[in-house]
DNA sequence: AATAATTTTTAGACAAGTCTAAATTATTTT
DNA sequence: AAAATAATTTAGACTTGTCTAAAAATTATT
């Protein structure tokens, strides 16, 4: 249907628009997918003949209904595929992104239908993110940062909002990991870092770096 | 390392070498890859330079050791794929083929380490093909075709000649699947049918077209 | 409002892969 | 051995996607 290329630049393109709102400039386009703005500017004017995006010269773009489709089916691709790698096959979690990038651009509805079903249907994706349903639907989570929590409060690590490899490697080895239940027992007012308590036995000390790049679920 | 298409001429190269061990022609080539002979020669070229193969002007190619280590990579991460589709997400066997012939081209040693080990390590795939070790080691299977057998004969149904979706569909509609012990009854001189029973207890017809496509294990 | 700085687009080129039509070379037939 | 046929290669063009350098437009600064 749409070629690699096509689909990567509309998922750069949904990924921007998710988080600013407003139209996405070339610069911003060519920064998240590494190349460069002559390049994305070509290929830009091939996504709005086909009607994937609405552009304007000099504007920027916006996404249409059905470039917003291709862009989630391939988030769905992506995150299922990073599921199944996670999960069945043992890759760490630092590990599956960049195969992914490669097993999204596979072409074919049943494979990934099936590939859903026999990971049961799974809601996130190893680094906590939401798997896009077969018709789009994303579910929103009400993950908190971290560096939100005040002392006393619990919750479960859900998600990251740093997907680097060194960051990921860095919270596996503090096994701070998903699903870990966590409660903030102190926080310095001078570096915002935190005393936490793992398990309800682990005690660590984390830095206002690590902990405003992951996602807790809040519990009582 | 290798692109796409460039893993899909060896491949093909490979196996048409596979049959006939002379030399292949620019118009095989052309003719298993579905494309025509002008662009067979454009990329035989290129594959020379890059000493994947050795060709002559006129004479045909051979593969080099290269040539064939990356072909025999790209049938084991063909056929391993296959047995995936097949095995855990119940592909039918007819319709794995194709989106294997994508998947084969994913790059990631990891990953096709650990979808052997997932497996349990198959030595086949759903079509009874052989699938070549981590260093190109292929098993010689001693499948004979099942239109060789004379009456009274017995075996187990364990690879197919031919790969047709058609084909393959046919079989399976007659539960001659992969596994079925099968024990031939009576030949006719005049046209090769046969009579078989499958599992000592369901009796069948099987023209020679049927039966010279399917290869059979002998048991006593 | 004019100038400077930044962003974006255009112009022109390149690589990979493919194709059609024409030219070569090899093989078969006479 | 010449002529006819078949196979193969070359020439030149096209597509997708990329790039650098230069031109044009926009935004920020004075
Ligand atoms: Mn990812
Ligand atoms: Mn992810
Ligand atoms: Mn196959
Ligand atoms: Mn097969």
Redesign the pocket.
């Known amino acids: 249907m749409y070629?690699?290329?096509?689909e990567n630049y509309l998922k750069a393109i949904y990924k921007l628009q998710e988080q600013s709102d407003v139209s996405i400039?070339?610069?911003a386009i060519a920064l998240s997918i590494q190349?460069?703005?002559?390049?994305?500017?070509?290929?830009?004017?091939?996504l709005s003949d086909k009607k994937l995006l609405k552009y304007e010269?000099?504007k920027?773009v916006e996404l249409t209904k059905e470039g917003k489709r291709v862009a989630l089916e391939t988030v769905r691709k992506h995150r299922l595929w990073e599921t199944f790698l996670h999960s069945k096959l043992n890759f760490t979690w630092d590990a599956v992104h960049d195969v992914a990038e490669q097993l999204e651009h596979i072409q074919s509805a049943e494979l990934i239908d099936k590939l859903d079903e026999f990971l049961g249907f799974p809601t996130h994706d190893p680094h906590g993110d939401p798997i896009p349903g077969r018709n789009g639907e994303i579910q929103q989570s009400n993950f908190i940062l971290l560096s939100e929590f005040k002392v006393g409060e619990k919750g479960i690590i859900s998600g990251v909002v740093n997907h680097s490899s060194l960051f990921l490697k860095h919270l596996e080895k503090n096994q701070l990991t998903l699903g870990r239940k966590i409660k903030i027992t102190e926080a310095s007012a001078f570096d915002l870092s935190m005393q936490i308590v793992l398990d309800d036995k682990n005690t660590q000390q984390l830095s206002h770096e690590v902990a405003r790049n992951i996602l807790v679920k809040k519990t009582k």
Do not use: Q, R
């Not at 070629?3 to 096509?6: K, L």
């Not at 190349?35 to 091939?46: G, L, N």
């Open positions: 070629s690699f290329t096509e400039n070339t610069n190349t460069k703005a002559a390049s994305v500017t070509d290929m830009i004017k091939k010269k000099y920027g």
